[in-house]
C-alpha cells in the first residue's frame, strides 16, 4: 500500500449522526486521506438524524477496497447498518486483515455483531450501555489493536483527529488540529 493513498470508508444509511460523519471525513481529507462514503440504502442521498443530507460517494457494494480503515458513525439509523449482512462481512474481514474498524456512538453494537469486541476495551454511547456492557465510559475514544471506537457526537473530532494519527501520523494530526484551531490540552 506504500505507493497509494491512504484510503478510508464510510458506511452510512438515513439516521445517521451527521457530526460523526461530517467531522471525522473532512478531517481525514484535511490530512490526505481518500475517503470513500458509502450508502447502504440503496440511493446515494441520506438524511441525517437531524434532517442534514449528505450525498454518499458510492452505494455499498461498489467500494473497490481494500480500505486502511473503514469507519461507522453511529446515531439512530444504525439499526438499519446493523441489519445489513454486507456490513457485518465487511467489517470482519477488514478485522481479519488487521486494518483499521473504528465505530463511534452507538455503531460499536454493529462491531459486537460481527465478534470484534470479545475480550475487546471498547467505549460507545451510553444509550447502547444494556447491549455493551464494559463501555469505558469516561474515555472519548478507545484503541485497542486495530479496533478504534468512540462515545458520540461530542467526540467526533477527537475520533477524527485519532484516525488521522493512526492513518497518517501523530505530526499531521497535530498541524490539522492546529489548523482547525483544537485547543491544547495540558
Same mark, same amino acid.
Given at each position: 500500500? =506504500?505507493? !497509494? %493513498?491512504? !484510503?478510508?470508508l464510510f458506511i452510512i444509511g438515513d439516521g445517521v449522526e451527521e457530526l460523526e460523519t461530517i467531522a471525522p471525513v473532512d478531517l481525514l481529507r484535511r490530512a490526505g /486521506?481518500? &475517503?470513500? /462514503?458509502a450508502s447502504i440504502t440503496g440511493i446515494r442521498r441520506i438524511t441525517g438524524r437531524n434532517g442534514i443530507v449528505i450525498e454518499a460517494d458510492i452505494l455499498l457494494g461498489e467500494e473497490s477496497g481494500p480500505y486502511d480503515a473503514i469507519v461507522i458513525p453511529g446515531g439512530p439509523g444504525i439499526k438499519a447498518v446493523r441489519a @445489513? !449482512?454486507? /456490513?457485518i462481512e465487511c467489517i470482519k474481514k477488514q478485522a481479519e486483515e488487521?486494518?483499521?474498524v473504528? =465505530? *463511534?456512538c452507538a455503531a460499536p453494537t454493529v462491531l459486537q455483531d460481527a465478534g470484534l469486541l470479545k475480550d475487546r476495551q471498547y467505549t460507545a454511547h451510553f444509550s447502547v450501555a444494556d447491549e455493551l456492557p464494559k463501555i469505558m465510559a469516561d474515555a472519548p475514544v &478507545? *484503541?485497542?489493536g486495530n479496533i478504534v471506537t468512540s462515545r458520540g457526537a461530542g467526540t467526533a473530532t477527537d475520533f477524527g483527529l485519532t484516525l488521522v494519527e493512526l492513518l497518517c501520523s501523530e505530526s499531521i494530526a497535530d498541524e490539522v488540529a492546529t489548523s482547525i484551531c /483544537? %485547543? @491544547?490540552?495540558g
Open positions: 500500500m =506504500a505507493d !497509494s %493513498p491512504t !484510503s478510508a /486521506v481518500h &475517503v470513500t /462514503v @445489513e !449482512s454486507k /456490513v488487521g486494518r483499521l473504528a =465505530a *463511534i &478507545v *484503541i485497542d /483544537v %485547543p @491544547e490540552t
